[in-house]
Nanobody
Framework: QVHLAESGGGSVQAGGSLRLSCAASGSIFSINVMSWYRQAPGKQRELVADIASGGRTNYADSVKGRFTISRDNAKNTVYLQMNSLKPEDTAVYYC?????????WGQGTQVTVSS
């Protein structure tokens, strides 16, 4: 089992920044992928960004150039730096951890961007 603890959500005005963190603990495999997803009210959950343990990253087109995903493998922690936030970024943001044979999600953290 892997426990995911998210933090860093909150409310911000458009154009502002927030940094989300997700710390993984438990049965961590050295080869894994950690991701951020988001789900806005009435919409499906969507991928925001992911990062493999080797450092490869992938971003949704809607956040490219504004969001940066990074990780600290020694701390088993993934970060999402969100800049130039827009009202349409408002959602619950979820951390996801995967390794071979395992797929787990965090509880989510609310991000609200006001215009």
């Amino acid at each position: 089992q892997v426990h995911l603890a998210e933090s860093g959500g909150g409310s911000v005005q458009a154009g502002g920044s927030l940094r989300l963190s997700c710390a993984a603990s438990g049965s961590i495999f050295s080869i894994n992928v950690m991701s951020w997803y988001r789900q806005a009210p009435g919409k499906q959950r969507e991928l925001v960004a992911d990062i493999a343990s080797g450092g490869r990253t992938n971003y949704a087109d809607s956040v490219k150039g504004r969001f940066t995903i990074s990780r600290d493998n020694a701390k088993n922690t993934v970060y999402l730096q969100m800049n130039s936030l827009k009202p349409e970024d408002t959602a619950v943001y979820y951390c996801r951890y995967r390794h071979i044979g395992y797929d787990g999600w965090g509880q989510g953290t609310q991000v609200t961007v006001s215009s």
